[in-house]
């Protein structure tokens, strides 16, 4: 059996030798935080893939994020280390779906949360972040009507703040959803100081009594540049790391010890290093998709976050 140590040693040693870069999401386990060459949101790790000079990516994240590095950079290989890590989120709306809804609603104008599989983008106009989702929408053609999927909470969090009515798809984290008004207000109860920040794939009526609402990158760098001491965070779990990490005279508090992603949990040190000695699981996808899914994507990143 290795050590994390020497696990850490050959993870560092694979990644020179195949000229690889690791990508994790900020809700991946803090031992994959730390070997990660890049930490971000899904905004920031689309950016990086699209990018890097790397032969190889290995995305510690879920499937649609590496999907979406796939689509961005189709002659690079990318590795999602563990197979099953997906995305309840994405898995609820699909191909099918969405061409029956714009078959039903002719002109509609689809805006994808990038929480989508590859295939589901295939048929949208543009994708959204969470971290760019507002800038986005609002520059929309304005005679269109819009079909937001999957997330219906971030879809009515963007439609509130930009007076826009917008169809919804029925789509939720189970993660973030979970959150109520009775939570937010109890911390408000035991932390009267602290701002509190959480990601807009909560529920509408708990999105209202927060201060902000935030990408995971953006509640990130909003507690770096506060003069603020105590924060609750209705997001993630895994977001305290970084925030620990590079905040150590501030205070966190999370929403609830439940707010656990288990996808995001699935990639331990040891699958990484399996995951850079066999190059696997390879998201493979087709010519086809790639270039129809990149598409909404680029639409995207040309705006500004
Ligand atoms: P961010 O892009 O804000 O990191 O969110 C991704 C996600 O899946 C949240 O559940
Ligand atoms: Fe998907 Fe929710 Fe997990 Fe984010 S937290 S990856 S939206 S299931």
């Known amino acids: 059996m290795l050590t994390d140590a020497q696990i850490i040693e050959r993870i560092k040693t694979l990644k020179k030798v195949k000229n690889a870069v690791i990508l994790a999401h900020n809700y991946s386990l803090g031992e994959i935080q730390d070997i990660a060459d890049f930490c971000g949101d899904s905004l920031e790790l689309s950016i990086k893939a699209a990018e890097t000079t790397a032969d190889m990516i290995i995305f510690c994240g879920v499937r649609f994020m590496a999907e979406t590095a796939k689509i961005l950079s ?18 609820m709306v699909d191909l099918e779906k969405v061409r029956r809804m714009k078959q039903e609603n002719p002109g509609l104008y689809v805006v994808a949360y990038v929480n989508t599989t590859a295939e589901t983008k295939t048929e949208c106009d543009i994708c959204v972040t969470s971290g760019n989702a507002l800038n986005v929408v609002k520059n929309l053609p ?14 009515s969090f963007c439609a509130a703040q930009l007076g826009r009515v917008m169809k919804l798809y029925e ?9 109520t008004v009775s939570m937010i207000e109890k911390r408000k109860k035991e932390y009267p100081n602290a701002e509190v920040l959480i990601h807009p794939e909560a529920p509408a009526d708990v999105v209202a ?4 609402a935030l990408s995971t990158g953006k509640i990130l760098s909003h507690v770096k540049n506060s003069d603020k001491k105590e924060f609750i965070i209705a997001t993630e779990l895994g977001i305290l790391h970084r925030l620990e990490k590079e905040n150590p005279d501030k205070r966190f508090i999370l929403i609830s010890p439940e707010a656990v992603c288990p996808h995001m ?15 696997t699981e390879e998201i493979v996808l087709s010519r086809e998709i790639c270039e129809k899914a990149v598409v909404p994507i680029r639409r995207m990143l040309e705006f500004k976050s």
Do not use: W
């Open 265 to 279: 949990k699935l990639a331990r040190l040891q699958d990484l290093l399996r995951a850079m000695e066999e190059e």
């Open 171 to 179: 789509g939720y984290c189970p993660v973030h959803n979970r959150f």
């Open 142 to 155: 304005q005679d269109r009507e819009i079909l937001f999927l999957p997330d219906r909470n971030l879809g």
């Open 74 to 91: 189709p002659d690079k290989k990318v590795v999602l280390p563990v197979s099953t890590a997906g995305c309840d989120m994405a898995d």
């Open 209 to 212: 009594l927060a201060d902000h």
